[in-house]
Protein backbone atom coordinates (compact mmCIF):
# COMPACT_ATOMS: atom_id res chain seq x y z
CA UNK A 1 0.00 0.00 0.00
CA UNK A 2 1.23 3.31 -1.01
CA UNK A 3 2.31 5.80 2.00
CA UNK A 4 0.51 8.22 0.20
CA UNK A 5 -2.94 7.35 0.02
CA UNK A 6 -2.36 5.81 3.56
CA UNK A 7 -1.44 9.82 4.60
CA UNK A 8 -4.10 11.54 2.96
CA UNK A 9 -6.44 8.65 4.27
CA UNK A 10 -5.53 10.12 7.58
CA UNK A 11 -5.93 13.84 6.85
CA UNK A 12 -9.66 13.25 5.26
CA UNK A 13 -10.34 11.19 8.76
CA UNK A 14 -9.44 14.61 11.11
CA UNK A 15 -12.74 15.59 10.99
CA UNK A 16 -14.52 12.83 11.11
CA UNK A 17 -12.74 11.55 14.28
CA UNK A 18 -13.72 15.11 16.22
CA UNK A 19 -17.03 14.79 15.31
CA UNK A 20 -17.08 10.49 15.88
CA UNK A 21 -15.37 11.06 19.66
CA UNK A 22 -18.44 12.76 21.04
CA UNK A 23 -21.01 10.74 19.31
CA UNK A 24 -19.30 7.82 20.73
CA UNK A 25 -18.91 9.20 24.46
CA UNK A 26 -22.49 9.89 24.09
CA UNK A 27 -22.99 6.57 23.36
CA UNK A 28 -20.79 4.76 25.78
CA UNK A 29 -23.10 6.84 28.50
CA UNK A 30 -26.47 6.07 27.20
CA UNK A 31 -25.89 2.31 27.06
CA UNK A 32 -24.10 2.11 30.35
CA UNK A 33 -27.28 4.40 31.87
CA UNK A 34 -29.62 1.99 30.06
CA UNK A 35 -28.32 -0.71 32.29
CA UNK A 36 -25.82 -2.25 30.04
CA UNK A 37 -22.05 -2.76 31.03
CA UNK A 38 -18.82 -1.18 29.76
CA UNK A 39 -17.85 -4.51 28.08
CA UNK A 40 -21.25 -4.70 26.30
CA UNK A 41 -21.23 -1.43 24.92
CA UNK A 42 -17.33 -1.72 23.92
CA UNK A 43 -18.91 -5.06 21.65
CA UNK A 44 -21.25 -2.92 20.09
CA UNK A 45 -18.55 -0.58 19.08
CA UNK A 46 -16.00 -3.05 18.35
CA UNK A 47 -18.08 -5.52 16.10
CA UNK A 48 -21.08 -3.78 14.69
CA UNK A 49 -19.51 -0.01 14.65
CA UNK A 50 -22.67 1.38 13.36
CA UNK A 51 -23.51 4.75 15.00
CA UNK A 52 -27.35 4.68 14.69
CA UNK A 53 -27.48 0.93 15.21
CA UNK A 54 -26.02 1.29 18.22
CA UNK A 55 -28.28 3.79 19.35
CA UNK A 56 -31.21 1.85 18.13
CA UNK A 57 -29.62 -1.60 20.04
CA UNK A 58 -29.66 0.16 23.31
CA UNK A 59 -33.96 0.61 23.05
CA UNK A 60 -33.90 -3.22 21.51
CA UNK A 61 -32.18 -4.23 24.17
CA UNK A 62 -33.69 -2.79 27.04
CA UNK A 63 -37.22 -2.92 25.86
CA UNK A 64 -35.85 -6.93 25.91
CA UNK A 65 -36.49 -7.70 22.45
CA UNK A 66 -35.66 -10.98 21.10
CA UNK A 67 -31.75 -11.43 20.11
CA UNK A 68 -32.20 -12.75 16.17
CA UNK A 69 -35.41 -10.28 15.85
CA UNK A 70 -33.22 -7.66 17.15
CA UNK A 71 -30.30 -8.61 15.16
CA UNK A 72 -32.09 -8.61 12.12
CA UNK A 73 -33.78 -5.19 12.52
CA UNK A 74 -30.37 -3.91 13.18
CA UNK A 75 -29.07 -5.31 10.20
CA UNK A 76 -31.98 -4.48 8.12
CA UNK A 77 -31.26 -0.79 9.43
CA UNK A 78 -28.09 -1.41 7.44
CA UNK A 79 -29.13 -2.89 4.50
CA UNK A 80 -28.49 1.00 2.90
CA UNK A 81 -24.59 -0.01 2.85
CA UNK A 82 -25.43 -2.58 0.28
CA UNK A 83 -24.43 0.15 -2.10
CA UNK A 84 -21.66 2.05 -0.26
CA UNK A 85 -19.00 0.13 -1.88
CA UNK A 86 -19.55 -0.24 -5.04
CA UNK A 87 -20.58 3.38 -5.50
CA UNK A 88 -16.83 4.40 -4.30
CA UNK A 89 -15.34 1.75 -6.98
CA UNK A 90 -17.74 3.21 -8.94
CA UNK A 91 -16.84 6.54 -8.66
CA UNK A 92 -12.92 6.17 -8.56
CA UNK A 93 -12.98 4.05 -11.67
CA UNK A 94 -11.93 0.61 -10.32
CA UNK A 95 -14.67 -1.61 -11.63
CA UNK A 96 -13.11 -1.50 -14.75
CA UNK A 97 -11.11 -4.60 -15.84
CA UNK A 98 -7.48 -4.65 -14.74
CA UNK A 99 -8.30 -2.87 -11.68
CA UNK A 100 -8.91 -5.84 -9.51
CA UNK A 101 -6.10 -5.72 -7.73
CA UNK A 102 -7.74 -2.17 -6.04
CA UNK A 103 -9.64 -4.62 -3.85
CA UNK A 104 -7.13 -6.74 -2.70
CA UNK A 105 -7.51 -5.66 0.69
CA UNK A 106 -11.51 -4.66 0.37
CA UNK A 107 -12.20 -7.25 3.26
CA UNK A 108 -10.63 -5.04 5.53
CA UNK A 109 -11.64 -1.56 4.39
CA UNK A 110 -15.04 -2.55 4.18
CA UNK A 111 -15.46 -3.33 7.47
CA UNK A 112 -15.11 0.59 8.45
CA UNK A 113 -17.18 1.68 5.59
CA UNK A 114 -20.04 3.56 7.68
CA UNK A 115 -22.38 6.74 6.38
CA UNK A 116 -19.89 9.05 7.18
CA UNK A 117 -16.82 7.48 6.42
CA UNK A 118 -18.29 6.90 2.64
CA UNK A 119 -19.40 10.40 2.47
CA UNK A 120 -15.49 11.58 3.16
CA UNK A 121 -14.18 9.36 0.85
CA UNK A 122 -16.82 10.56 -2.39
CA UNK A 123 -16.17 13.66 -0.91
CA UNK A 124 -12.67 13.08 -1.41
CA UNK A 125 -12.43 11.34 -4.48
CA UNK A 126 -14.72 13.99 -6.08
CA UNK A 127 -12.28 16.67 -5.19
CA UNK A 128 -9.87 14.88 -6.92
CA UNK A 129 -8.19 12.44 -4.34
CA UNK A 130 -6.80 9.27 -6.19
CA UNK A 131 -8.58 6.17 -4.91
CA UNK A 132 -6.04 3.63 -3.26
CA UNK A 133 -6.50 0.96 -0.72
CA UNK A 134 -4.38 2.78 1.95
CA UNK A 135 -6.81 5.46 1.46
CA UNK A 136 -9.54 4.00 2.17
CA UNK A 137 -7.89 1.62 5.07
CA UNK A 138 -6.55 4.70 7.12
CA UNK A 139 -9.83 6.72 6.31
CA UNK A 140 -11.86 4.09 7.51
CA UNK A 141 -10.07 2.95 10.73
CA UNK A 142 -8.74 6.18 12.02
CA UNK A 143 -12.77 6.69 12.26
CA UNK A 144 -13.33 3.71 13.69
CA UNK A 145 -10.51 4.23 16.35
CA UNK A 146 -12.17 7.82 17.55
CA UNK A 147 -15.48 5.13 17.50
CA UNK A 148 -14.09 3.00 19.64
CA UNK A 149 -12.06 5.58 22.23
CA UNK A 150 -15.04 7.60 22.47
CA UNK A 151 -17.73 4.77 23.37
CA UNK A 152 -14.84 3.78 25.89
CA UNK A 153 -14.41 7.18 27.57
CA UNK A 154 -18.41 7.19 27.72
CA UNK A 155 -18.46 3.76 28.97
CA UNK A 156 -15.95 4.36 31.71
CA UNK A 157 -17.29 7.52 32.88
CA UNK A 158 -20.76 5.80 32.95
CA UNK A 159 -24.41 6.75 32.91
CA UNK A 160 -24.36 9.32 36.14
CA UNK A 161 -21.35 10.59 34.79
CA UNK A 162 -23.37 14.04 33.63
CA UNK A 163 -25.57 14.68 36.63
CA UNK A 164 -24.16 17.38 37.85
CA UNK A 165 -23.82 19.17 33.69
CA UNK A 166 -27.54 19.37 32.58
CA UNK A 167 -26.76 21.41 29.44
CA UNK A 168 -24.38 19.06 28.31
CA UNK A 169 -26.52 15.87 29.26
CA UNK A 170 -29.27 17.96 27.34
CA UNK A 171 -26.75 17.88 24.51
CA UNK A 172 -25.93 14.80 24.69
CA UNK A 173 -29.19 13.47 24.81
CA UNK A 174 -29.93 14.80 21.30
CA UNK A 175 -27.37 13.27 19.61
CA UNK A 176 -29.61 10.81 18.23
CA UNK A 177 -32.22 12.28 16.81
CA UNK A 178 -29.66 14.75 15.76
CA UNK A 179 -27.59 11.96 14.23
CA UNK A 180 -31.00 10.35 12.55
CA UNK A 181 -31.88 14.13 11.18
CA UNK A 182 -28.77 14.76 9.53
CA UNK A 183 -28.13 11.35 8.01
CA UNK A 184 -32.22 12.00 6.48
CA UNK A 185 -30.84 15.41 5.32
CA UNK A 186 -28.15 14.00 3.59
CA UNK A 187 -29.93 11.07 1.97
CA UNK A 188 -33.12 13.43 0.82
CA UNK A 189 -34.54 14.09 -2.69
CA UNK A 190 -37.83 14.57 -4.11
CA UNK A 191 -38.18 11.26 -4.61
CA UNK A 192 -37.87 10.23 -1.04
CA UNK A 193 -40.83 12.80 0.54
CA UNK A 194 -43.39 10.45 0.63
CA UNK A 195 -41.51 7.42 1.84
CA UNK A 196 -40.34 9.25 4.73
CA UNK A 197 -43.77 10.99 5.27
CA UNK A 198 -45.52 8.18 5.32
CA UNK A 199 -42.63 6.45 8.05
CA UNK A 200 -43.15 8.59 10.30
CA UNK A 201 -46.85 8.68 10.16
CA UNK A 202 -47.02 5.05 10.43
CA UNK A 203 -44.48 5.14 13.25
CA UNK A 204 -46.81 7.72 15.46
CA UNK A 205 -49.89 5.63 14.62
CA UNK A 206 -48.21 2.11 15.55
CA UNK A 207 -46.72 3.73 18.80
CA UNK A 208 -49.56 5.59 20.34
CA UNK A 209 -52.17 2.58 19.15
CA UNK A 210 -49.96 -0.33 20.26
CA UNK A 211 -46.54 0.35 21.58
CA UNK A 212 -43.03 1.55 20.76
CA UNK A 213 -41.91 -1.86 18.97
CA UNK A 214 -44.38 -1.95 17.00
CA UNK A 215 -44.52 1.82 15.95
CA UNK A 216 -40.70 0.67 14.57
CA UNK A 217 -41.43 -2.24 12.60
CA UNK A 218 -44.42 -0.57 10.87
CA UNK A 219 -42.71 3.57 10.10
CA UNK A 220 -40.19 0.70 8.38
CA UNK A 221 -41.97 -1.71 6.79
CA UNK A 222 -44.59 0.64 5.43
CA UNK A 223 -41.85 3.00 4.00
CA UNK A 224 -40.09 0.24 2.02
CA UNK A 225 -43.28 -0.95 0.79
CA UNK A 226 -44.39 2.57 -0.64
CA UNK A 227 -40.32 2.80 -2.10
CA UNK A 228 -41.29 -0.08 -4.00
CA UNK A 229 -44.23 0.91 -5.47
CA UNK A 230 -43.86 4.66 -5.54
CA UNK A 231 -43.71 5.68 -9.50
CA UNK A 232 -41.12 8.43 -9.07
CA UNK A 233 -38.51 5.91 -7.70
CA UNK A 234 -40.07 3.48 -10.20
CA UNK A 235 -39.44 5.61 -12.95
CA UNK A 236 -36.01 5.97 -11.03
CA UNK A 237 -35.19 2.89 -11.89
CA UNK A 238 -36.45 2.20 -14.87
CA UNK A 239 -34.38 4.94 -16.16
CA UNK A 240 -30.96 3.53 -14.88
CA UNK A 241 -31.35 0.69 -16.87
CA UNK B 1 -21.11 -9.38 29.71
CA UNK B 2 -24.61 -11.00 28.92
CA UNK B 3 -24.29 -13.63 25.96
CA UNK B 4 -27.72 -12.83 24.22
CA UNK B 5 -25.53 -8.64 24.06
CA UNK B 6 -22.76 -10.50 22.50
CA UNK B 7 -24.95 -12.30 20.21
CA UNK B 8 -27.07 -9.81 18.79
CA UNK B 9 -23.46 -8.56 18.55
CA UNK B 10 -22.46 -10.70 16.04
CA UNK B 11 -25.44 -10.94 14.23
CA UNK B 12 -25.91 -7.23 13.28
CA UNK B 13 -21.90 -6.66 12.60
CA UNK B 14 -21.48 -9.84 10.82
CA UNK B 15 -24.71 -9.05 8.78
CA UNK B 16 -23.49 -5.10 8.42
CA UNK B 17 -20.01 -6.53 7.53
CA UNK B 18 -21.52 -8.80 4.79
CA UNK B 19 -23.55 -5.79 3.36
CA UNK B 20 -20.51 -3.46 3.61
CA UNK B 21 -18.29 -6.23 1.67
CA UNK B 22 -19.95 -9.02 -0.26
CA UNK B 23 -21.34 -6.66 -3.21
CA UNK B 24 -17.46 -5.53 -3.44
CA UNK B 25 -16.47 -8.99 -3.21
CA UNK B 26 -19.07 -10.14 -5.85
CA UNK B 27 -18.40 -7.32 -8.46
CA UNK B 28 -22.32 -6.08 -7.78
CA UNK B 29 -21.57 -2.14 -9.51
CA UNK B 30 -24.89 -2.59 -10.87
CA UNK B 31 -26.73 -3.50 -8.13
CA UNK B 32 -28.30 -0.53 -6.61
CA UNK B 33 -29.25 1.56 -10.11
CA UNK B 34 -31.77 -1.51 -11.47
CA UNK B 35 -35.37 -2.45 -10.80
CA UNK B 36 -37.04 -2.91 -7.61
CA UNK B 37 -34.45 -3.95 -5.76
CA UNK B 38 -32.96 -0.68 -6.41
CA UNK B 39 -35.92 0.67 -5.38
CA UNK B 40 -36.17 -1.32 -1.93
CA UNK B 41 -32.75 -0.02 -1.13
CA UNK B 42 -33.34 3.28 -1.98
CA UNK B 43 -36.20 3.25 0.14
CA UNK B 44 -35.42 1.27 3.34
CA UNK B 45 -32.76 3.51 4.14
CA UNK B 46 -34.85 6.72 4.38
CA UNK B 47 -37.98 4.96 5.94
CA UNK B 48 -35.62 3.67 8.50
CA UNK B 49 -34.01 6.51 9.62
CA UNK B 50 -37.11 8.47 9.18
CA UNK B 51 -38.81 5.94 11.68
CA UNK B 52 -35.88 6.36 14.27
CA UNK B 53 -35.96 9.67 14.40
CA UNK B 54 -39.70 10.08 14.77
CA UNK B 55 -39.37 7.76 17.41
CA UNK B 56 -36.80 9.71 19.52
CA UNK B 57 -38.61 12.85 19.23
CA UNK B 58 -42.82 11.40 20.24
CA UNK B 59 -41.53 11.09 24.14
CA UNK B 60 -39.79 14.65 23.74
CA UNK B 61 -43.18 16.13 22.54
CA UNK B 62 -45.66 13.81 24.66
CA UNK B 63 -43.93 15.10 27.45
CA UNK B 64 -43.47 18.51 26.24
CA UNK B 65 -41.86 21.25 28.78
CA UNK B 66 -38.04 22.38 28.72
CA UNK B 67 -37.28 18.71 27.05
CA UNK B 68 -39.59 19.79 24.16
CA UNK B 69 -37.70 23.29 24.12
CA UNK B 70 -34.17 21.44 24.06
CA UNK B 71 -35.30 19.44 21.05
CA UNK B 72 -36.82 21.58 18.94
CA UNK B 73 -33.64 24.39 19.43
CA UNK B 74 -31.33 21.20 18.34
CA UNK B 75 -33.62 20.69 15.36
CA UNK B 76 -33.02 23.98 14.07
CA UNK B 77 -29.45 23.27 14.92
CA UNK B 78 -29.12 20.63 12.44
CA UNK B 79 -31.16 22.26 9.91
CA UNK B 80 -28.88 25.34 10.70
CA UNK B 81 -25.72 24.00 10.50
CA UNK B 82 -26.42 21.53 7.27
CA UNK B 83 -27.59 24.04 5.27
CA UNK B 84 -24.10 25.65 6.16
CA UNK B 85 -21.84 22.90 6.28
CA UNK B 86 -23.43 19.38 4.14
CA UNK B 87 -22.08 17.78 6.89
CA UNK B 88 -23.62 14.49 8.75
CA UNK B 89 -20.84 14.90 11.61
CA UNK B 90 -20.90 19.05 11.88
CA UNK B 91 -24.85 19.09 11.89
CA UNK B 92 -25.35 16.51 14.76
CA UNK B 93 -22.47 17.88 16.68
CA UNK B 94 -24.46 21.45 16.31
CA UNK B 95 -27.73 19.95 17.17
CA UNK B 96 -25.97 18.76 20.11
CA UNK B 97 -24.64 22.06 20.95
CA UNK B 98 -27.71 24.19 20.12
CA UNK B 99 -29.58 21.62 22.60
CA UNK B 100 -26.90 22.10 25.52
CA UNK B 101 -26.98 26.25 24.65
CA UNK B 102 -31.30 25.45 25.13
CA UNK B 103 -31.21 23.95 27.95
CA UNK B 104 -28.25 26.40 29.67
CA UNK B 105 -30.16 29.60 28.51
CA UNK B 106 -33.58 28.06 29.48
CA UNK B 107 -32.72 26.02 32.21
CA UNK B 108 -34.69 22.25 32.74
Known sequence: MERSGIRAG?????????????????????ATRSGMTGWEAMALSVIVFAGAAQFLAIA???????????????????????????????????????AGGSRRFA???????TDEVFGAALGALARGQRFSEGFMGALGFAAYGAWVAGTAAGAWAGGGALDGF?????????????LFLALLLSILSGA???????????????????????????????GAVLGVMSPSLMRRGQDAK | MRSEVLFLCLI????????????????????????????????????????LFVAEMLPVIREGGPGLVHGAAGVLGVLAVWAWARSVVAATLGGAVAAGLAAFVFGG
Open chain 1, 60 to 98: LVASGTPVILAGLTLAAMNLRHLLYGPVVLQKAGAMDKG
Open chain 1, 10 to 30: LAEAVPLMLGYFPIAFSFGVA
Open chain 1, 107 to 113: WAWSFAL
Open chain 2, 12 to 51: AGGLTYLWRYLPIRLDLGGMGTRGWVARFLASTGPAAIAT
Open chain 1, 192 to 222: QVPVILVAGLATVAGTWAVSGTVGLFAGMIS
Open chain 1, 166 to 178: PALAAGLDFMLPG
